[in-house]
């Protein structure tokens, strides 16, 4: 049988898909995994380890970790499609990582985030505003991070629940400010399948110094994006492709006029661009 035909008889059965978008999706999957398994000239044994390794990814996620948006991230998918979405005038996103958790703790303004124990202390603060520089109050920001040990809360029996998470709103002038750590590089987790992926490949599994945060606000679209330290060693070379230039902030050290509780002070702002009616 001719491949190119065989391709045309199963985008043909997917044609009466009613839903418009999803027959769009279906139909381009379809054609680059045929022209992906035409190009490689993909083998049966070939397409049985592929099959075996999304298993395995499957396998490996549970309520607290999840491979299969590690595996995204690792091959750049996760950045590419953050980046399709990027709203004009807004912060530039990044990707989620496979870190978040949902429901973590509102805290005032200013509070810390984290505990003495788990870092360099560092005040970050800036303004949420549209993109015309004018102020946003009651806009959310969820930040979350990694202790300087490497790990995420949810990845270390030493740290309590939703520790170095936090959700904080902005005041009437748009500012927000909060206490957390200064960030470290941490390895993302190779001890899973997508493990595999870096050791075959040679790759480093480092991701570059970062917080990361989800600024939304009623009527604007959110966005899910990273503050990273301009200082730190893995901007170049990022395991998972996030750093983009606009993100990238000065940890100066904390001087007079500075709160004398942190080392270091972060100033920050995050636009957000109207949500599309
Ligand atoms: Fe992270």
Partial sequence: MDAEKLTDEVLEA???????????????????LHAFAMETALTPQEWMAGIEFLTAVGQKCDPQRQEFILLSDVLGLSSLVETLNAADGATE??????FYLPGAPRRELGEQIGRAEDGDPALIRGRVTDPAGRPISGATLDVWQGNSNGLYDIQDPGQPEFNLRGVFTTGADGNYSFRTIRPVSYPVPIDGPVGEVFRASGRHNWRAAHVHAIVSAAGYRPVTTHIFDSANEYLDSDAVFGVRDSLIQEFRAAGPGDPD????????DFALAPSVA
């Fill in 93 to 98: 996103p990044t990707v989620l990582g496979p």
């Fill in 261 to 268: 509780d942190v080392t270091y002070v972060v100033d920050v």
């Fill in 14 to 32: 997917y044609a009466g898909t009613p839903d418009p978008r999803l027959r769009e999706l279906l139909a381009a999957l379809i054609r680059h």
